[in-house]
């Protein structure tokens, strides 16, 4: 009898069990050092099928559950199992994390399975596509001469300012030509992984004094001797400047960490800039891979700031009076969120969150909270192992909804055209990983509706209202920008 197996079952299951190639005692191996997928053919495959498309057990993947479609409900059906009909109790025979992966892989799994039966038309320049509340045209904005763009801005009088990952800042006038140089004298940034020139946003008053935040990854790359390769400290960092005879003049340092906190990492930079509607800034510092140090107050990785817009403390942030925090956090316990903006309703801040495998959030974050990362999450280590059976914890957040599978998501904008009536207010999110824009529709801080509006474009960095009323999205293989506008009869 495999050691892993639970003394009570019965006859016809052992049968079942000993014909089982995959479970014979000799080979199925140590359960506590399998990743997930492992997990699932050692121990489910034989009757859900290698593909999930079932056998002796039903299929996984066909969208009808007997006991529940719910994250509790498939974790019960797996821990407590239904002897009787002949599905084995795994409690005890695998942890909660285990469980808690299988349920991650099996959501994953059904999902996939249910995207592929949904033909998403492919988007072509000039070619409608019809959503449920509007119908857009796509449209090419910049098609040429960017390399790897990730962020967009929009000056007065219809000029736009984009940043490259590789630490050029772009100009694209307003009749959509871009300018062939980039903007001289813009800070030398650390291009590292992930890091590079990341976020640009416009002070709120950007018409009277001009001021321009620019966020990017910023440090030391040193050759050591001896060493493959070469040393380097990195962190993320937020300055301001101007713009004047297309040269960056006039900065001042918004954000920078102290040198103990800059790391060799090359994940997990974050970030965005964004002002509420009292010129508060906010920005995001990724956990830079540290994961712990997200809960860790006296470290800015894993965090989300908010300062004055010339990079002061405002007086009331939640940490100001407690000893050993660092006063400009504004909320905490975050992996890598990449989108964040304001809801223009009710001025409630949102952020989504690049989450591990299957634990991409969506969060409303209030001041002085505590979102989780890494004791709690929906999501498991993107090699398949898995990472905690804990979702919820008291004193932490929880999400107001999370992808599985991810979507990795990137950009995040509130629509606040009038071009798409339809559209009002309703919150759009990209995905890089999954090349989609979701559409998501808020009441009281809940999703009521959520739609893929737009597919296999290319990789979403960037998702902005833009002040014509149209929505521009900053892609990535195929570098470029795009933007949706209503579709006439
Ligand atoms: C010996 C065959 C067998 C094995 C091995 C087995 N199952 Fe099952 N499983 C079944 C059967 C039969 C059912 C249907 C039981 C019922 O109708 O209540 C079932 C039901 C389920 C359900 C509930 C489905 C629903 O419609 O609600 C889940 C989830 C599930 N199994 C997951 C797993 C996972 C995960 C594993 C591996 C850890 C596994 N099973 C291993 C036979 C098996």
Redesign the pocket.
């Known amino acids: 009898m495999n050691r892993f197996f639970p003394a009570y079952i019965p006859g016809f ?1 052992c049968q ?2 000993t014909l ?1 190639t995959v ?1 014979a005692a000799d080979e199925a191996p140590d359960p506590s050092s399998m990743k997930v997928p492992e ?2 053919a050692h ?6 099928g290698a593909n999930f498309e079932g ?4 299929s ?1 993947v066909d969208g ?6 719910s994250d509790a ?2 974790f019960r ?2 821990a407590k ?2 002897l ?5 109790p ?1 409690e005890g ?2 942890s909660a994390e285990q ?1 808690r992966g ?2 991650i ?2 959501q994953e799994k059904e999902k996939e399975a249910q995207a592929k039966g949904i033909q998403f038309p492919t988007p072509e320049v000039g070619k409608v596509t019809k959503t449920t509340h509007e119908d857009y045209v796509f449209e090419m904005v910049v098609e040429e001469g960017l390399k790897v763009p990730w962020s967009i801005a929009f000056l007065p009088e219809g000029s736009k300012l984009i940043t490259e990952k590789e630490g050029r800042l772009r100009l694209v006038s307003a009749e959509g030509e871009l300018h062939p140089e980039p903007i001289n004298d813009t800070p030398e940034v650390l291009v590292h992984g992930q890091g590079g020139l990341l976020d640009v946003a416009l002070h709120p008053d950007y018409g009277e004094n001009g001021w321009i935040y620019l966020a990017f990854s910023e440090g030391k790359r040193e050759e050591v001797e001896g060493e493959r390769r070469p040393k380097v400290s990195a962190m993320t960092a937020v300055v301001r400047g101007r713009i004047r005879d297309h040269a960056w003049v006039d900065q001042e340092w918004i954000f920078k960490a102290e040198p103990e906190h800059y790391g060799n990492a090359g994940v997990h930079f974050g970030t965005r800039l964004v002002f509420d509607d009292k010129g508060y800034l906010y920005f995001i510092v990724g956990e830079r891979g540290g994961l712990e140090i997200a809960q860790d107050l006296s470290h800015p990785a894993g965090k989300i700031f908010r300062l004055h817009d010339d990079g002061r403390v405002p007086e009331d942030n939640p940490f100001v009076r407690k000893e050993g925090a660092l006063p400009g956090i504004w909320s905490y316990g975050h992996r890598n969120p990449q989108g964040m903006a304001f809801d223009p309703r009710d001025g409630m801040l949102y952020a989504t969150e690049h989450g591990p495998r299957g634990g991409d959030e969506l969060n409303v974050i209030l001041k002085g909270r505590n979102y989780g990362w890494p004791v709690i999450t929906y999501g498991m280590n993107y090699n398949g192992t898995p990472m905690t059976s804990e979702t919820h914890r008291s004193g932490m957040e929880q999400p107001v909804t999370y992808w599985v599978p991810s979507i990795a998501a990137c950009g995040l904008a509130f629509y606040e055209g009038e071009a798409f009536p339809r559209w009002q207010n309703q919150l759009f999110a990209g995905g890089l990983k999954q090349q989609v824009i979701r559409r998501l529709r808020l009441i009281d801080q809940e999703v009521v509706e959520e739609e893929v509006i737009l597919k296999d474009a290319g990789r979403v960095r960037d998702v902005r209202s833009g002040p014509d009323g149209l929505l521009y999205v900053v892609l990535n293989s195929p570098d470029c920008v795009v933007r949706l506008a209503p579709a006439r009869d």
């Open positions: 299951l079942t069990l089982g479970l997990i699932y121990y489910c495959a034989t009757c859900h056998g002796q057990g039903g996984l009808e559950w007997k006991h529940g479609s409900e498939i059906s797996i199992g239904n009787e009909l002949g599905m084995t795994w025979v695998l469980m299988l349920v892989f099996i």
